[in-house]
């Protein structure tokens, strides 16, 4: 095991940090010890290596829609803003009326009033599920998101959405458990009678891969 | 003795014969994961053509009373049936998948419990290797998603996700 | 610290840029977003490893600097305070995801991956052969940094990649000077043990 001021003078030397007279001195060494020399020049090699393989920029996928986004979402945090400060000046605004002499006792009144809704429980609306923001990476697609009282289901509706082949076979499975390696970032998938069916892992750039078991 | 040794050998060849057939039990991970909640997902296929179904049951679960007419509220289709489904754990730290057909799939995140026994989750809907949307929502016990996803065969797929319970 | 986009002379500066954005100009802000989002893109991929999440984090490093500019102060260069936050978003995402780098790196998973970088800044006209070879070495060299820990990669792109200085990146994490000399000599010792039928024909 190295030591940890010889790791470092390797690291320094591969990387320009050593002065002249460092330089020199650690060069000398190099010479008289072949194994050490091997090795920093080794790592000098794989060092120039990454740097002509790792890009500094890539281009964006969907560069303009990336771009787009970025103003879609700066847009509506300045409405957010906006809104939320008329609504503080309206409160403000109301609550001037309640100093008023003559209002005085309405605004009391008013007050019990709101309490006595505040303790109620939470309302119907508190319990229904909700789709707070969605995103979709298709200009083409359209994302709308409501809650259905007849149907008492919250609605994510994608618009726009190329079709499937008629002539596909869409096949599905009863998945009733699944187990995870997360040191293999794997996930393999049993149906009702315990047989493997799917297993799913990610490809190099993380997107997943579903691929059929047994 | 003559009627108990032949008896004594049928019951072990019964014995054996069971154990041949007993399906083999799978492993479980002696791990377990923290988990924040437990979902039903399922891909139904909507249609007006009752020739075009594929021969899948109707969608039901226990504590989704009237899940059809349900869905043919929000959806104008006379037919709904269940391509497939799936029930899984929402892993606290890692993400979940819910995978009831390769054609159609769900990522989930959690991000921990909201108010009124909900679950905060990132979700992404998925479509092979292509994400269709992603979405920051709440779900909670007794109120399903719908999810109205790609055309088919002049129906429409659609993604249920149901929170089971935290 | 890294180096911010040279302008040509009819560009409008950063400087420009970045005070008409302060003063709430979008379109300004969109042309900054321009000019640096390729380097931004580059740099959470390289941490991140995965082109869907480091979409959506380089978006995120904007919409952070957006907010944040009110409390820029024009003391340091646009790009070395934008890449700090960038930087910032994909480490907390990436300690997040409790990526596990310490493993052995797991051959079998190399047949899965797809070619990487396709969209990197061309290298020029090579011959067809040595394109291809090109392109399987980055393809083994992106395996290899995605086995290392958070920690590790982090001082991997922020010297190989962004070409930062030692005081630099140690500012940046931040750690001492010699824990970024040691991590950095742990993780190239730990790539090269990787790519080691690569660089022992190459002496």
Not at chain 1, 99 to 114: E, N, R, S, Y
Not at chain 1, 164 to 188: C, F, W, Y
Not at chain 2, 84 to 107: A, T
Not at chain 3, 154 to 168: D, F, K, N, P, S
Request: hydrophobic content about 40%; overall charge negative; charged content about 25%.
């Amino acid at each position: 095991m190295k030591h940890p001021s010889e790791e470092q003078d390797i690291i320094r030397w591969i990387d320009g940090e050593m002065n002249e007279s460092e330089c020199a001195t650690f060069e000398e060494r190099l010479k008289l010890d072949p194994a050490l020399a091997t090795e920093a020049q080794k790592m000098r090699a794989l060092s120039a290596s990454l740097r002509s393989h790792l890009p500094a920029e890539i281009r964006v996928p969907h560069a303009d829609y990336f771009n787009t986004q970025i103003e879609v979402r700066i847009t509506q945090m300045a409405l957010d803003e906006a809104r939320s400060k008329h609504a503080a000046t309206s409160w403000s605004a109301m609550f001037q009326w309640l100093t008023q002499p003559w209002f005085a006792l309405v605004g009391a009144a008013a007050l019990a009033v709101l309490g006595f809704f505040l303790l109620q429980p939470a309302s119907p609306d508190d319990s229904e599920s909700m789709i707070l923001s969605s995103y979709t990476p298709n200009l083409r697609v359209q994302a709308r998101t409501y809650h259905d009282h007849d149907a008492d289901a919250t609605v994510l509706m994608l618009d726009g959405l190329d079709a499937m082949p008629a002539d596909k076979h869409i096949s599905g499975v009863n998945i009733q458990r699944s187990e995870m390696e997360p040191e293999l970032a794997s996930t393999t998938m049993y149906d009702e009678k315990g047989a493997a069916v799917f297993m799913i892992s990610h490809d190099s750039l993380g997107n997943p891969l579903i691929s059929p078991e047994g | 003795m003559k009627v108990f040794f032949p008896i004594l050998c049928l019951l072990l060849c019964a014995a054996s014969v069971c154990a041949q057939e007993a399906p083999p039990q799978p492993v479980l991970s002696a791990v377990k994961h923290a988990t924040d909640g437990h979902v039903w997902g399922a891909l139904i296929f909507a249609t007006n053509e009752s020739e075009k179904l594929t021969g899948g049951k109707e969608p039901e679960h226990a504590d989704l009373p009237k899940l059809h007419e349900r869905l043919a509220k929000v959806f104008p289709y006379k037919h709904f049936e269940v391509l497939g489904q799936h029930r899984q754990d929402i892993f606290r730290e890692y993400e979940s998948w819910i995978v009831p057909s390769q054609d159609l799939f769900m990522k989930i995140d959690s991000k921990g419990p909201a108010e009124n026994e909900g679950l905060n989750l990132h979700l992404q809907v998925w479509r092979r290797h292509q994400v269709l949307v992603k979405s920051d929502a709440i779900l909670r016990k007794d109120s399903p998603l719908f999810i109205g996803g790609p055309p088919w065969k002049n129906g429409r797929l659609i993604f249920v996700v149901y929170l089971e319970r935290t | 610290m890294p180096a911010a986009a040279s302008t040509d002379p009819g560009e409008v500066s950063d400087l420009d840029l970045v005070k008409r954005s302060q003063a709430g100009d979008t379109r300004a802000f969109d042309v900054l977003v321009t000019r640096y989002r390729g380097r931004i893109y580059a740099m959470t991929y390289h941490l991140i490893q995965n082109e869907t999440e480091a979409w959506d984090l380089a978006q995120e490093a904007f919409i952070k600097a957006w907010r944040a500019l009110p409390t820029f102060k024009h003391d340091a260069g646009f790009y070395t305070w934008l890449y700090r936050i960038a930087h910032n978003v994909s480490y907390d995402w990436l300690r997040k995801k409790k990526i596990q780098g310490d493993g052995e790196f797991d051959d079998e998973r190399v047949e899965h991956r797809v070619a990487v970088g396709a969209e990197a800044t061309p290298h020029g006209d090579l011959a067809p052969d040595t394109a291809l070879r090109n392109a399987e070495l980055g393809q083994r060299i992106q395996a290899a940094i995605a086995t290392l820990s958070p920690e590790h990669r982090q001082v991997i792109v922020l010297r190989e990649v962004e070409g930062l200085a030692y005081e630099e990146i140690a500012a940046l994490i931040p750690c001492s000077l010699g824990t970024v000399m040691s991590r950095l000599f742990y993780a190239r010792k730990k790539l090269q043990e990787q790519l080691h039928d690569v660089y022992e024909t190459s002496l």
